[in-house]
């Protein structure tokens, strides 16, 4: 089944330790993209993905790494997590980045002490 | 003001109506997106356009380049269908995606 899948759906963790929110797309998709959505402010960019090594910022990439060593995995690094990093998380990609439409992950509710 | 806005906020109508959601934007764009969310958190890709219109099963995406507005349609609209529907566009020249904060679509029986 074609999908993209996020772990973990649900996190709670205190401020400062580091996490890994990874994510994995089984459709040979060029494009991968990391958003979080907060109450109000809708969906937002955090980075994306144009191919394998080739990443780039969003429109809030503060506090936030990214890396693409493979083409289907795209996991989102948080080195210090704060509580205003709280939110809910989806992993999206897409066959092109212009011609195709995104295939969302599940979500992953995270939650910073 | 924001580069996507979307109108209304919260629409609640009866099983049966025809229900319609707008999306104006400002920039230029390569393409423009309708996403479904529904409760449980869950989001689809409904249409990706870049001109005309689409139709799929009673969902139907317009879009005006020129008047820089979409609307979504949902004809015989049913409980089902409640959800929050999102638009999202791609600037010309840019990677990223800009969305809309979405309109919360409740259907009563």
């Known amino acids: 089944e074609a999908q993209v899948t996020q772990n973990p759906r649900y996190l709670i963790t205190v401020t400062g330790k580091k996490l890994t929110v990874t994510c994995s797309q089984n459709m040979n998709h060029e494009y991968m993209s990391w958003y979080r959505q907060d109450p109000g402010l809708g969906l937002r960019q955090i980075y994306y993905?144009?191919?394998?090594?080739?990443?780039d910022k969003g429109d809030v990439p503060e506090g936030y790494k990214v890396s693409r060593k493979e083409k289907r995995n795209f996991p989102l690094i948080l080195e210090s997590p704060s509580p205003n990093q709280t939110s809910l998380y989806f992993c999206?990609?897409?066959?092109?980045?212009?011609?195709?439409?995104?295939?969302f992950g599940d979500g992953t509710r995270l939650s910073i002490l | 003001k924001n580069e996507v806005e979307q109108s209304p906020q919260n629409l609640t109508a009866q099983e049966g109506e025809f229900i319609t959601i707008n999306c104006s934007y400002s920039?230029?764009?390569?393409?423009l997106h309708w996403l479904q969310q529904h409760p449980g958190g869950g989001i689809v890709s409904l249409f990706m356009l870049s001109s005309g219109k689409k139709k799929h099963g009673r969902l139907i995406a317009t879009i005006n380049i020129q008047e820089k507005h979409s609307s979504l349609h949902i004809t015989a609209s049913h409980p089902r269908d409640s959800a929050v529907y999102i638009c999202a566009v791609r600037s010309e020249g840019n990677e990223k995606l800009t969305f809309g904060t979405g309109t919360r679509l409740t259907i009563i029986p």
């Open positions: 993905s144009m191919n394998v090594e080739v990443t």
């Open positions: 920039v230029g764009i390569s393409a």
């Open positions: 999206a990609s897409s066959l092109t980045l212009r011609r195709s439409p995104q295939h």
